[in-house]
């Protein structure tokens, strides 16, 4: 009990798995709580029961019955089986459900025009791209609180995860294809984010983080990143160079169609391994 209270306090405070500042976040510890308080249904009855038997058939306890040529109890398959079996049932409609509802390429309702990302996970590094207001950014993210995100993510050559848990869903990023995420910050701060998918050598430095402003400080920093140095193809193979680079950087202009490229090259580079 002491290791899960010590495991539990560890996701609320390091990850902030159990710390949800968005509604899918939200909805994901809600159901990982749900499942957790289903499946004790079962985990608890049996635990104690297993105390109480060793207990009360102890070899000096002489009220305990004695039977062995007993072998079957109707009663007994009955219970051993239903409880699970309903145990089952409940969590695999509980899950249905979830997966529909937290599908990541399920739209968010809101009031708000989704910020659109392009994301390029390289190695070791995280390129984000807004390609509806022609900046860039390198291991960092802003966003507007309140408003949907709308994640367009591809690899430059090997598999990938993006994962900010205290927002939600973890996807994996893969060469030759785009995933689809949708999240939503509720309220303003600084959300970590980092690579969930071992990827080489640098792996563990591919870490970033989300700034979640107000709308009035989402405006100002876009005032002053557009005054930043472009992010033109020459920039990019620079940046694409194998190589660990745990810089902050904000491009004030990107080449048009940059997301699709890099998509399109990585295409051939993944026939080239798949071939090999």
């Known amino acids: 009990m002491l290791l899960a209270a010590a495991g539990w306090a560890g996701l609320c405070h390091a990850e902030g798995v159990l710390d949800p500042q968005g509604p899918i976040a939200a909805a994901e510890r809600t159901l990982l709580l749900n499942a957790t308080a289903i499946m004790l249904v079962v985990v608890i009855p049996v635990m104690v029961l297993t105390v109480a038997f060793a207990w009360w058939y102890r070899a000096s306890n002489t009220r305990a019955t004695y039977a062995p040529d007993w072998s079957h109890s109707g009663r007994i398959e009955f219970v051993v089986w239903s409880i699970p079996a309903m145990v089952v049932i409940l969590l695999a409609a509980v899950a249905w459900g979830s ?7 399920r739209a968010l309702s809101s009031d708000q025009k989704p910020v659109r990302i392009e994301v390029v ?3 070791w590094k995280w390129l984000f791209i ?13 966003v507007p ?5 709308e994640f ?6 090997v598999m990938n995860a993006f994962w900010v848990p205290q927002l939600g869903s973890m996807i994996y990023t893969m060469p030759g294809m785009t995933t ?5 910050a509720t309220n303003a701060g600084d959300f970590a984010g980092f690579s969930s998918n071992f990827s080489g050598d ?3 430095d591919m870490r970033f983080t989300v700034h979640s402003l107000p709308a009035a400080g989402f405006h100002s920093w876009l005032e002053v990143a557009r005054g930043e140095a472009a992010l033109d193809g020459e920039a990019y193979s620079r940046l694409a160079q194998s190589g660990t680079d745990v810089s902050l950087r904000t491009y004030g202009q990107v080449t048009p169609g940059l997301f699709d490229r890099i998509e399109r090259d990585s295409i051939g580079l993944s026939a080239q391994t798949m071939g090999h």
């Open 152 to 157: 367009m993510l591809t690899s430059t050559n």
């Open 130 to 142: 807004y390609p509806d207001l022609g900046i860039a950014t390198l291991n960092q993210i802003t």
């Open 202 to 204: 640098g792996f563990s």
């Open 121 to 123: 996970s390289l190695d």
């Open 180 to 184: 689809h995420l949708n999240l939503l």
């Open 145 to 149: 609180e309140g408003t949907p995100i």
């Open 99 to 105: 997966a529909h509802l937290l599908d990541p390429a």
